[in-house]
Every structure is written in structure tokens, then in C-alpha cells.
């Protein structure tokens, strides 16, 4: 079970999350992960969340799917420790901190577990539609964050559900919002 978003830009047809200067169908786009429960029985004492920065173009630049960045650190950015015998069956309060690049300061990822800054942080330099690397982190990857607009996606399964008591989105102004005709 987990929740993530996703670009709003990819997940509509046509895709508009297009990386300028490159072909008509080559996407940009960011995946926040919240929360991933990783596939495993046992008790653990942490979960998964992360950012990925996905282009390409679907199945041909880097089948199958698209290209992957993610942060550099590996799991120990991926892993986010909480207590210990913290009861996952229990309710807890997931968090995620999205602060926009500029061209004076970083943008920064950072992720929250019932209240508490759990894990590292991710950052990021202003994105201007810089050429992509493919699978190579660089250190505007993760700012295409910064031109997306998110949906959130809640997922579980037959034999791994999840129950959801609320979800609550803050933003500091609606300036961007993708606006309805």
C-alpha cells in the first residue's frame, strides 16, 4: 500500500509536461512518493518515500517506461526510519514539505512522519528547462517539481489495503493553479 502524486502535465492526453527543444512527445515530469509500504511481512521500523524525475519518451528512451532520476544517496534517502515498534496498523499522520526553487535559494523536499522532520531531505537548483541526462542526477533534476501541478494517488490492493481517515493539502497561494474553462 502507498500514496504518491504525479503530474498533473502526464497524466493528461496530450501529454503537456514536454521538455522544450526536444521532440513533441518527450516528457518531464516529477513523482513525489509519500509513503510506500515496502513489500515485506515482517515488523519494520521505517517506510519509503522519495522523489523521482521521470522523461523520455514512454518505452523508447529508456524501455520499458520512462527515464528515471532519483535523488543521489540511494535508500538512505529513500528509507525513512521511524521509532522503533511504531505499529503500522495504527493511524499516523504522513507529511510532505514542497518548497520551490529560486534563483536565490534551493527548493527543498522534505517528508514528515506524525508531525516529526523524518529522513534527508531532497534539494534542488531553479530548473530552466536545462537538456535532460537521462538517468543521470543533476543538481536541477528534481526542480521540474517547481513547474508541475500534483494529483494525488492513493493505492492499495486485495491483499494489501490501506485505510485513508483524511487528506489535507496546503498551499501558500493559488497564484499557479490550473484553472477550469
Not at 517528508?111 to 534527508?120: K, P, T
Request: glycine content about 8%; hydrophobic content about 35%.
Amino acid at each position: 500500500p502507498g500514496f504518491w502524486s504525479i503530474a498533473l502535465e502526464a497524466t493528461m492526453r496530450p501529454i503537456t509536461s514536454i521538455w522544450p527543444g526536444k521532440a513533441p512527445d518527450y516528457a518531464n515530469f516529477i513523482e513525489p512518493d509519500f509513503f510506500e509500504y515496502p513489500p515485506y511481512t515482517g515488523t519494520l521500523n521505517y517506510y519509503w518515500a522519495t522523489l523521482h524525475a521521470w522523461s523520455g519518451v514512454w518505452n523508447r528512451t529508456c524501455p520499458p517506461g520512462f527515464c528515471n532520476v532519483a535523488p543521489p544517496g540511494g535508500w538512505k534517502v529513500v528509507n525513512r526510519n521511524v521509532p522503533p515498534n511504531t505499529d503500522f496498523n495504527e493511524f499516523h499522520r504522513y507529511g510532505f514539505l514542497w518548497i520551490p526553487a529560486t534563483s536565490h535559494s534551493d527548493g527543498r523536499a522534505s517528508w514528515y512522519f506524525d508531525g516529526n522532520r523524518i529522513g534527508e531531505d531532497v534539494t534542488w537548483k531553479q530548473h530552466t528547462d536545462q537538456p535532460p541526462d537521462r538517468n543521470h542526477w543533476k543538481e536541477w533534476s528534481f526542480g521540474v517539481l517547481d513547474k508541475n501541478h500534483l494529483v494525488v494517488i492513493i493505492g492499495g490492493g486485495v491483499n494489501l489495503p490501506m485505510v485513508v481517515k483524511s487528506v489535507n493539502v496546503w498551499q501558500k497561494s493559488g497564484d499557479d493553479n490550473v484553472v477550469s474553462k
